[in-house]
């Protein structure tokens, strides 16, 4: 039971420390955000003010976001924000919390759209590049290639209508309001005559059997944003179908995908006609994401 009395901003760091130690590695981390967010302040206030005395109903918020945070509930949900790529996103449990990895699928796209770009200008102004982000969430991968890329026209779909609002949201906040973000079960909403330089994707893809989804934060986030049928590979295995009718000549797919999915998710690529398949690492140094070439005959 964490105490009150006069309490300072150091003491109530200590106490939300040691009250998080068991289940966090950023045990300290936590508490400084929590309580940051408790008196509508920031980090560095915390570290400039260590002495200052809180009042009592500012402790009484603390402590319930402690209490939440020690019942498992991520930090991002309980802050309801995460930054990915720099950027201040909303979160909310209609979708998935981004990971840093992700943001490699972001670089990869860059980077293949700038190394092919004999203008010099990185592809960054071309307004001729055109991409698709299936699966949008919060909006992440789109809306960081949207800040990076602002001439680019990109789309943005996912099936579940809170997470289209929540990445429309987020779209606004970032004036980031040119990407077009609605509902679409995969394609469906996608007229067949658009096509695409690029389609990226960060789909369900965990085994609705794997142990991970019983434990941490992972445990709160929802399920149709994370499992998949045929041991996780369904959604891969659908939209790499479809996305072959969507796709410009040399047109790129690019997926996310389990750190041991990547041979599989390349089988079921090259089975289905892809060209140039190959995988990338994420900073742990394992495959993360396999990236394919559409040719049209
Ligand atoms: C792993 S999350 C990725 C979210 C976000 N792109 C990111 O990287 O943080 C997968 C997303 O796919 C969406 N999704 C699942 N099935 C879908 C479907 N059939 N059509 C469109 N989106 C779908 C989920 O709602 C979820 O937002």
Redesign the pocket.
Known sequence: MLSSQTCSIASAIEQGTIALSQLSDSAKLDSQLLLAFALVKNVTYLLTWPEKVITATQFIVFQQLLTRRVNGEPIAYILGEKE?WSLPLKVSS??????PD?EI?VEQVLTLFTYHDKSNTGGKNSQNIRGL?????????ALALASECPCWQLDA????QE?VELAQQNAKNLKLTHVKIYQ???F?QIDAIEKFDFII?????IDGTDQHLTQGDVRFE?K???VADEKGFK?IR?IAEQARKYLKNNGYLLF?HGFEQAEKVRQILIDLGYDQVQSFKDYANNDRITQATWLMN
Do not use: H, K, Q
Request: glycine share 8%; charged share 15%; hydrophobic share 40%.
């Open positions: 990915f209609a979708t998935l919390i981004p990971r992700t699928l982000d299936l699966g949008t969430g919060t909006g992440a991968i779909v996912d099936f579940n997470a679409s079960d995969w469906s994707s960060n789909p369900p893809y929802p149709s944003a994370l959604d659908l996310e």
